[in-house]
């Protein structure tokens, strides 16, 4: 029985043995398995992030491949990496190269139809170096969001935009006449701020002008209002005019690239502030800018008889010293018929300059201008700078002024001139060497020859008058030294003589003349002495 019974238990450990390695088989099979599952799981995860990051694939055709190279050059947009470059390849006109690009899922938005590409690399300008970081990580393509529609083809530009990022401010139209060294990226200054910059330029429409595309930042693009007047600030602003030299300085950069800078009238309030894409014109110096544009004028067309080197277009035209007008062209006629040659000389002049008193609305500018002109009003040149050379147009009263008038073809009526002072002067000079000239010359130095020769002799004979006049000097003061001892003689005698006796009587009568003798000698002695050219010419009446 114990047999049996051991036996059964040991079938019962055996059972129970095979029924645990049973269990135990069975809980190792879903393990071996579970790896496997676990790395699908992660690869279908990261494929599934790495689709959901992935954006568009887009292309951009550039003139070359410079600096760009296949999965090492990135796309940024504000130093964010937002594509990358997957392919290069030549498009099919093989003068332009197309640019494959994945770019980022949070770079769809920013794919619009004028968004910008351009490559990043070092540059060196006025002003200042840009790109130093591609130095050590290589070229980039920079983006630059733009609007419409979405877009998957874009054409790269070949040199990166002036505003390269989204900036408040408003852009205003510049027109001109000349572009000189304005570019894009010119500076755009207020009281020596930079406040802008030029975008570009384009021709007008009619193709007589150049307009100038500038953007203004926020808040100075409040001051661009009504009468904001904008000039050309070269840094050295060197003009020679009627008024002499005159010499303003700007900034550095702007005299080595050239500038805009601009000015609010004060007459102008915050309510006059200008809109986006309004017009203004862009003068040449700040001078110019000052200017009052004013809208009635009368034209005249003046002549002048001389020459009229030194006055040019642009010249004032001055009422007694304050300027009315300006010189608007100058040209140069010839009558075939009677062989004379003309200057017209055409001026603008601005009757709103003059403030007028007791105005009536019957009474024209023209008709004033009219009765001023009869009372004498005359145009006359004058220089308006001895350093310079230039002329301007004086008007005056000059009432004994004659009215040449003239064969005047032009459309404008003539304002009469006279001669200026220089031209008088001139003619006067004129006259007196043209009479000067019918003079006898030759025969004039011949008879001033003459005289001098006589002038000569009549000098030797003079001199030798003089010698005999010394001796006859020296001969006088002798006899005079003998007269005196002869007096003083003749008182020894006269003490000798008894007073009151015919002979002392007569004796001191003889000493009384000859003493008056003596000093009429000395007189006469003292005389020559001081004037002896009275030998020749006698003595001078008192």
Known sequence: MNNQH???????????????ITLNKKTELPLVWLLPLIALLVSAWLIYKSASEKGLVITINFPTAEGIEVDKTKIRYLDVEVGKVTAISFNKDLKTIRVTAQMNSNATELLRKTTGFWVVRPQVGLGGITGLGTLLSGSYIE?????????????????APVLKSQVDGKQYI??????????PG????????PVGEVLNHTLSDDGNAIHLSIFVKAPYDQFIRKNTRFWIDSGIDLSAGADGFKVRTGSLVSLLSGGIAFRTSTEDKLTDVQPEQSLFPLYDTYDQSNQITYSNTLKYVMYFNGSVRGLTEGAPVQLRGIPIGRVTDIDLELDKKTAEIHIPVIVELEPDRIETTHDHATISDEDVMAELIKKGLRGQLQTGSLVTGQLLIDLDFHPGSKIVAHNNHSTYPEFPTTASSLEEFTQSAQTIMAKLAKLPLDKLVTETNQTLSSLQDTSKAATRMLTTANGTLTT??????????????????LGNLEPGSTGY?????????????????????????RHPESLIRGKDEE
């Open 186 to 193: 010119t500076p755009i200054n207020f009281h020596g701020i």
């Open 174 to 183: 510049l027109e001109t006449s000349n572009l000189g060294t304005m570019r």
């Open 143 to 159: 983006l630059k969001p733009g609007s419409g529609e979405q877009e998957t083809r874009f054409t790269g530009l070949t040199a």
């Open 6 to 20: 051991e036996e059964n238990n040991q079938n019962g450990e055996n059972e129970y043995q095979a029924e645990a």
């Open 476 to 493: 006088a003061e002798q006899t005079l030294g003998n007269a005196s001892g002869t007096i003083k003689s003749a008182q020894q005698v």
């Open 505 to 529: 009587y007569e004796f001191h009568k003889m000493l009384q003349e000859l003493t008056q003798a003596a000093t009429s000698m000395k007189q006469l002695t003292d005389y020559l002495e």
